[in-house]
């Protein structure tokens, strides 16, 4: 079974209640059919009801079958309103201006969750990436237990080309533009975590440069040593390796070449960039040039769990970020 087939049917056994949070677009409309339909997920479509109701009917669905929550007439609008307030009186928000935010559709959402109406929100499919993340720090907040919040993509290698095949963890290429050996360290511990919550497999952590075990010499090098340092001690049965070019990290007989003794061995499966330019450009490289699928960014070291997607993203798109979504959900 491919991974991403994988994560499906993981999301199918344990179903959970998802909030889209641009219910009114069509993608998501389309999406949301589906996830009912394959019984993936409970779904609130957030937006107003004539055009969500008019959007299901042109999908041939109906809009009996989905709850619809219109942030301008619902009935959980004041009491957000409240909750919202209390949240961000520290940050100058008086009582009307969290009774105009709540009115925002990113931001209903993600009170849906904090509030337990809900077990995960997408945005992102028209809000930018900026908007969706900040509602979700904002409001959703950050794990007790994570450092900062950071993102990966999922990339699925599973065309006839791709020599090696499998599902992949890349980060962070979409949040933390250049992170400490601490923080660097946290996005590992985070990424091993996500992935063997998708995947139900053992993460393999390379923490990857432009060095591998000594190579070259500078303050960027020693960054990913010390980070691999302080993940390690952090957890101790994480099997992770670094500093690691990426061909020692991902091709065994590399791995024999210039790592030698890497408890890797070449088979990593998460791989953590020292940057966010390098991860960016490395995740693009290998969606476009090597035909990876790229699911994300996903986010991690959220109190609940809240994605984005792209602004270019299709129905199928939208639709595998939901199963994603309720397998954080289902993991906690």
Do not use: W
């Given at each position: 079974?491919k ?56 999908h ?12 301008a007439?619902?009935?959980l609008t ?7 307030h ?11 201006m ?8 990113l931001?209903?959402?993600a ?17 930018t ?5 900040r ?7 950050r ?17 006839p ?27 590992a ?14 993460p393999?952590v ?32 994480l099997?992770?390796?670094?500093e690691?070019?990426?061909?020692s ?10 790592a ?14 020292p ?58």
């Open positions: 079974m991974p991403l087939d994988r994560i499906i049917e993981t999301a199918k056994q344990a179903p959970r209640h998802i909030v889209l949070a641009e219910g009114e677009d069509t993608r998501v409309v389309a999406a949301a059919m589906r996830a009912r339909a394959e019984g993936l997920a409970e779904v609130t479509l957030i937006g107003r009801h004539e055009i969500i109701a008019e959007r299901l009917r042109d041939g669905g109906d809009a009996h079958a989905f709850r619809i929550e219109d942030p007439t619902s009935p004041q009491q957000f309103a409240l909750r919202y209390d949240l961000r009186r520290s940050k100058g928000v008086d009582r009307e969290a009774e105009k935010a709540v009115r925002e559709d931001v209903f959402a009170m849906m969750v904090r509030e337990d109406e809900a077990d995960g929100t997408i945005g992102g499919a028209v809000a990436t900026a908007d969706t993340v509602t979700a720090l904002q409001i959703i907040g794990a007790p237990d994570a450092g900062l919040v950071s993102s990966f993509f999922l990339m699925m290698l599973c065309q080309h791709h020599a090696k095949k499998g599902a992949f963890v890349f980060s962070d290429c979409g949040l933390v533009v250049d992170p400490d050996a601490a923080g660097l360290a946290d996005i511990r985070m990424s091993a975590r996500s992935y063997q919550a998708l995947l139900g497999e053992r393999k390379a923490m990857l440069s432009f060095s591998t075990n000594g190579s070259a010499a500078h303050d960027r090098v020693s960054k990913v040593v010390e980070a691999t340092h302080i993940a390690r001690a952090a957890n101790p049965d099997l992770i390796d670094g690691l070019q990426f061909d990290a991902f091709v065994e007989a590399v791995s024999s070449s210039k030698p003794n890497s408890a890797l061995h070449g088979q990593a499966n998460v791989f953590v960039f940057n966010l330019d390098a991860a960016n450009i490395g995740y693009k490289i290998a969606q476009r040039i090597g035909g990876a699928t790229a699911i994300g960014p996903v986010l991690q070291g959220l109190a609940k769990p809240a994605n984005d997607l792209s602004r270019g993203c299709t129905a199928d798109d939208v639709f595998h970020m939901i199963a994603v979504t309720v397998v954080q959900a289902a993991s906690r």
